[in-house]
């Protein structure tokens, strides 16, 4: 039934959104959840600015071009399946190079192939399967796959949680599949030794890797954000804009300089720049990626390399040059490994590296030659009770002071986007008119 408006209203709805041409909204922070912000924004007609601290987008994704290399900033993949890609992205404007499904498994003294054990973990061929689990294992992964395949994400995100380890030993997979397969994979992507982290991440995760792909963009992902900037209009980006403090509506920069605005929304750590959240937010988790360059690659296929066990400081390697052969520019293969935590500083870390890879590999430790290391103290965020999305009121932190970053949601690319659009949201909302 449609209602028409009377003319009062209709009044009021013009002199709103001319009112609303003229609001000054900013965002701090070019990453993927302000960048997103931007976009929503924009489709309401309103052109935010974006007060970005460095000097280029992406938050903590970024590319770095070294000695004819790509260096991602940390090893990131982009997982196809993920909702909020579908939503923001044209896969094919990204030029998607993608990982094979499955692992190579760097054991002592052993090194064998697992393929696809996520997607089609029954086609697995059972000699190489045995080596990682037992057939019960390969049986129990099928299910696990197919029962995640018809479960929803807001189910799986409603579920009770429990650790991600206490999940796999409650349905029933071996310590073998465990110690061999689990633990080397998803601690590279928690981030974490032990699979603490919750059951509801793992699930979905799973899903997404058995309904998608893991993908980097030829050039980097670095392309992710600047394919969201392009699509930006109407939003103006300051670089080098670092931000002191928020106080009410003021922003105060580090240069000394105050901007007052109607509405702020907050893309990145809150607690650095609000006194009054000081001290409210877990600590986040880092990782170590060190790139090396090798004349070729050793495993000549886009897979990652695990490495089970506790003996070694490497979780993982994957040569990117394999993913894509954009990553260099000089025939040389780029090699990114990645390292959950080590009190070593930097130039015993690479000694130990390449005698570790020297070890796992055969190749003499001398041809893994160093290139640049990241020691990335935010990584994802630390969440406690992790959720794939929340209503657009609970981001709002104080009068017209919007939040939005994944550490409101759980640590992925997906839930940056989700918290960008919902921050976007809850603003567009907060200028809604009254009647």
């Known amino acids: 039934m449609l209602v028409k408006l009377r003319t009062t209203q209709r009044i009021a709805l013009y002199k709103q959104n001319l009112l609303m ?44 071009e070294v000695d004819g290399f790509l260096l991602d900033h940390g090893f990131q993949v982009l ?40 997607r089609n973990p029954l086609k697995v061929v059972s000699m190489a399967f045995s080596q990682v689990g037992s057939f019960l294992d390969k049986v129990k992964m099928f299910n696990l796959t197919q029962m995640l395949k018809h479960k929803s994400i807001e189910s799986i995100f409603n579920d009770p949680s429990i ?24 601690r590279g992507i928690f981030l974490e030794k032990e699979l603490n982290t919750s059951s509801r991440m793992f699930e979905f995760v799973f899903k997404m890797f058995s309904q998608g792909l893991g993908a980097v963009p030829e050039r980097g992902m670095i392309e ?5 900037r392009r699509k930006l ?24 300089e105050s901007l007052l605005a109607d509405r702020i929304i907050i893309a990145t750590q809150p607690d650095k720049i609000m006194k009054q959240v000081e001290g409210q937010f877990e600590p986040s988790k880092s990782v170590i990626t ?23 400081l490497i979780n993982n390697f994957v040569f990117m040059t394999d993913v894509s052969s954009a990553y260099t520019s000089n025939g040389r293969a780029l090699l990114s490994v990645s390292i959950l935590n080590t009190g070593l500083m930097e130039k015993d870390l690479i000694k130990v590296v390449q005698a570790e890879l020297e070890s796992l590999t055969g190749i003499n430790a001398e041809f893994f030659k160093f ?17 794939d999305s929340i209503p657009f009121t609970e981001c709002q932190i104080a009068e017209n002071v919007y939040l939005a970053g994944d550490y409101l949601l759980n640590g992925s690319i997906n839930a940056a986007m989700t918290s960008g659009r919902i921050a976007a949201e809850a603003v567009v909302h907060s200028f809604a008119p009254t009647y």
């Open 21 to 64: 041409k003229d609001q000054k909204i900013y965002i701090i922070g070019a990453g993927l959840a302000g960048l997103v912000a931007a976009l929503e924004l924009e489709k309401a007609g309103f052109s935010p600015v974006i007060l970005e601290g460095t000097d280029g987008i992406g938050g903590r994704m970024k590319t770095d």
């Open 233 to 256: 209009k109407n939003t103006q980006i300051a670089f080098n804009a670092s931000v002191k403090e928020v106080r009410g509506q003021e922003i105060i920069m580090e240069s000394g």
């Open 163 to 186: 650790t991600t380890e206490q999940y796999l030993r409650d349905y029933g997979f071996t310590e073998q599949i465990i110690s061999n397969f689990f633990k080397p994979f998803f």
């Open 79 to 118: 997982l196809t399946a993920y909702p909020e890609v579908k939503r923001y992205l044209n896969l094919a404007e990204l030029n998607l190079k993608y990982f094979e499904p499955g692992a190579v498994i760097f054991g002592e003294g052993n090194t064998f192939v697992i393929s696809d054990p996520l």
């Open 290 to 312: 060190l790139y090396f360059s090798l004349q070729k690659s050793f495993m000549v296929r886009p897979m990652l390399g695990l490495v089970p066990g506790e003996n070694h």
């Open 224 to 228: 992710v954000p600047n394919i969201l």
């Open 371 to 387: 290139l640049k290391s990241y020691f990335i103290h935010y990584a994802i965020p630390a969440v406690g009770d992790m959720k």
